[in-house]
């Protein structure tokens, strides 16, 4: 590999601030995959997937300082933004938050798409061996983003039970990932 | 609330919008002065992290990144300085007067169409390094890869079978095998010579229980070994075992028992 793209995330950021196109390139190649995945998943439809992923990686481009070091890895951050992103898209509604809202504790490493890879595998894993009511919960609110008294509403489950399972699940996931 | 702090439950609902407005606003509220609470919302949303990845990767619409490029290239901090919508003024000054400006807008013409020529040469210069750096990732890519194949398939690479001492080698093979590429890399050592109207066939057992899917023909050298190398396959075809077999030399369109050489893929 070469420049741009063997460089790390923290250079890479460093080198969009002085607004080199290449760093930009590289990070494109590392997370516009991913970011759209994520983005399809919630919206289930490319052309929309396709305009939450340019406009977040834009932002990046534009606003790189938005990412800063210590909230986690751009990778990671990237993922949650997302998420957001496309659930306001599903929502029909202006950006609820914006992206310096967004401060996770997560060093997960996310540069390589062998590493993006592997980390799916691992949580998909985890993910399929909690009870089958946790996880239906939690797809409820993270990819089709609905309120826990939706939820509620829609399951039939009191409202102190989908938030303890939501929770719970979450708990086992991180469990799961460190084990 | 939980002593006097918002509980691990709404936190996360938080995180993932999923309070109702009036909930959302009190938690909002008590964050901006509880440093503890944040420190939590940021661990809650470190999980959540883990859920979006979970999410199975699809590739991007074609042509994605040059429309991306294109925005960036074009975008404001790359622009060059507007006028910033300044309104132009109309001269009434008589014709005569103009004629004199004539050749001072003919220079300020040139001015920016030598600015917008540099604008151009600069982005396309940018396009040029990401494609420069890409070629060279693929062909280093490439070279490691062709390096790889010729080690495997070369006549006269040595293949050693580590077995117990006093042994007696035994015909085995090693299949390795990515469904999502349909690709396949298939050795053997100390196979039994064959008949001249006989050949070996490799098959793919798939694991949704479908018919064995054959997966190439193939006879050993003098010193019993043999591969077979990226054999036209069905892409996604998920595998749960491979099976060698004894075939007419045409081959055979479902295995002929027995199975000479098997072995379980293991699951996901």
């Known amino acids: ?44 439809e490319p052309g929309q997937a396709e305009d939450v992923m340019q406009e977040i990686l834009l932002q990046v481009w534009n606003m790189p300082d938005r990412f800063v070091r210590g909230r986690g890895s751009l990778g990671a951050w990237l993922a ?31 540069a390589s798409e062998f590493e993006q890879r592997a980390m799916m595998e691992k949580v998909r894993g985890v993910m399929k061996k909690l009870p089958e009511e946790q996880q239906r919960s939690v797809e409820l609110a993270f990819f089709e983003g609905l309120s826990h008294s939706e939820i509620a509403a829609r399951t039939g489950d009191p409202l102190g039970t989908v938030k303890t399972r939501i929770r719970a699940a979450l708990i086992s996931l991180r469990k799961g990932i460190e084990a | 609330m939980t002593n006097g702090h918002i509980s691990q439950e709404d936190l996360t609902l938080h995180a993932m919008q999923a309070l109702s407005p009036e909930e959302d606003a009190a938690v909002r509220s008590h964050l901006m002065e509880c440093g503890a609470c944040r420190d939590d919302l940021a661990s809650v949303a470190g999980d959540l992290t883990l859920v979006a990845l979970s999410v199975e990767r699809t590739p991007l619409p074609a042509g994605a990144k040059a429309r991306f490029l294109d925005k960036i290239t074009g975008s404001p901090a790359n622009a060059p300085e507007s006028t910033g919508g300044a309104s132009i003024s109309i001269d009434r000054k008589p014709v005569r007067s103009r004629v004199i400006w004539i050749p001072w807008v003919a220079v300020a013409a040139l001015l920016v169409l030598a600015v917008s020529l540099e604008v151009q ?21 490439t070279a490691h890869a062709q390096e790889v194949l010729d080690v495997l398939t070369a006549p006269n690479a040595q293949r050693v079978l580590l077995t117990a001492a006093k042994t007696p080698p035994a015909p085995s093979a090693r299949a390795v095998y990515l469904a999502a590429r349909g690709a396949l890399i298939f050795q053997a050592d100390n196979l039994v010579q064959v008949a001249e109207n006989k ?63 098997a072995g379980a893929a293991p699951g996901e």
Do not use: H
Request: net charge neutral; aromatic share 4%.
């Open chain 1, 1 to 44: 590999m070469t420049g741009a793209a063997a460089a790390s995330d923290e250079v890479l950021i460093d080198r969009v601030r002085a607004k080199d196109e290449p760093a930009m390139g590289a990070i494109f190649d590392r997370y516009a995959t991913m970011v759209y995945s994520v983005a399809l998943r919630v919206l289930k």
């Open chain 1, 80 to 110: 949650v933004v997302a998420r957001n992103r496309a659930i306001d898209v599903l929502r029909q509604r202006r950006p609820t938050e914006s992206c310096d809202e967004v401060v996770l504790a997560s060093a997960t490493n996310l």
């Open chain 2, 121 to 141: 040469v600069q982005r396309l210069d940018a396009r040029l390094r990401i494609e420069a750096e890409r070629t060279a990732q693929l062909t280093a890519t």
């Open chain 2, 199 to 261: 050949t070996y066939e490799l098959w793919v057992i798939p694991a949704d229980g479908s018919a064995p899917i054959p997966a190439g023909l193939f006879r050993p050298d003098a010193a019993g070994n043999a591969s077979v190398v990226l054999p036209s396959l069905p892409v996604g075809i998920a595998a749960k075992a491979f099976g060698v077999t004894l075939e007419k030399a045409g081959g055979g369109a479902t295995p002929t028992a027995p199975i000479l050489l």
